[in-house]
């Protein structure tokens, strides 16, 4: 009975250690996740912004409608985006990334860039409900992406 007590502790110890062990691995993991899923919104709102620039050039044909819904998706993902960006990551990653430190140190400023960004995004919006030719959307295109460039400047490294 004592043998049986002392080797049900062991395996107890054991797999406590064991779970100390991985709990970077999984931490690790996460924050891969986590940082996979700012650069899918990112790659969203820039996704959209292509192709509304490409209407904008009038290099693509497409509706009126399918212009709107880009800007509400990307008005979308830019909501997101705080909640994507709010867990701070450090620390070697797996997966590669360009987003600063700058961003949690300096909060405030990207919550206010931020801000920014999805106000810009519901003038893109208004802007294509009201038309999509370039005198119409062009100011609005040029609003959102002064907003996206301050914001990369500041906060995603230079490559």
Same mark, same amino acid.
């Given at each position: 009975?004592?043998?049986?007590?002392?080797?049900?502790?062991?395996?107890?110890?054991?797999?406590?250690?064991?779970?100390?062990?991985?709990?970077?691995?999984?931490?690790?993991?996460?924050?891969?996740?986590?940082?996979?899923?700012?650069?899918?919104?990112? *790659?969203?709102?820039?996704?959209?912004?292509?192709?509304?620039?490409?209407?904008?050039?009038?290099?693509?044909?497409?509706?009126?409608?399918?212009?709107?819904?880009?800007?509400?998706?990307?008005?979308?993902?830019?909501?997101?985006?705080?909640?994507?960006?709010?867990?701070?990551? *450090?620390?070697?990653?797996?997966?590669?990334?360009?987003?600063?430190?700058?961003?949690?140190?300096?909060?405030?400023?990207?919550?206010?860039?931020?801000?920014?960004?999805?106000?810009?995004?519901?003038?893109?919006?208004?802007?294509?409900?009201?038309?999509?030719?370039?005198?119409?959307?062009?100011?609005?295109?040029?609003?959102?992406?002064?907003?996206?460039?301050?914001?990369?400047?500041?906060?995603?490294?230079?490559?």
């Amino acid at each position: 009975m004592q043998e049986s007590l002392t080797m049900k502790k062991l395996f107890a110890l054991a797999a406590f250690g064991a779970s100390l062990a991985i709990a970077p691995v999984v931490a690790h993991a996460d924050d891969d996740a986590i940082v996979l899923h700012r650069q899918s919104v990112m *790659e969203g709102i820039g996704a959209g912004m292509g192709t509304v620039v490409c209407v904008l050039k009038k290099q693509c044909d497409l509706p009126q409608k399918v212009v709107i819904r880009q800007a509400k998706t990307m008005h979308f993902l830019a909501k997101m985006n705080l909640e994507a960006f709010r867990a701070k990551t *450090e620390g070697p990653l797996g997966v590669k990334t360009t987003a600063l430190p700058k961003i949690w140190s300096d909060w405030a400023d990207y919550e206010k860039d931020n801000k920014e960004m999805v106000e810009a995004t519901e003038g893109l919006i208004k802007a294509a409900a009201s038309s999509i030719e370039p005198q119409s959307l062009g100011p609005a295109v040029q609003a959102l992406g002064k907003v996206c460039k301050e914001c990369h400047d500041d906060f995603r490294e230079k490559h």
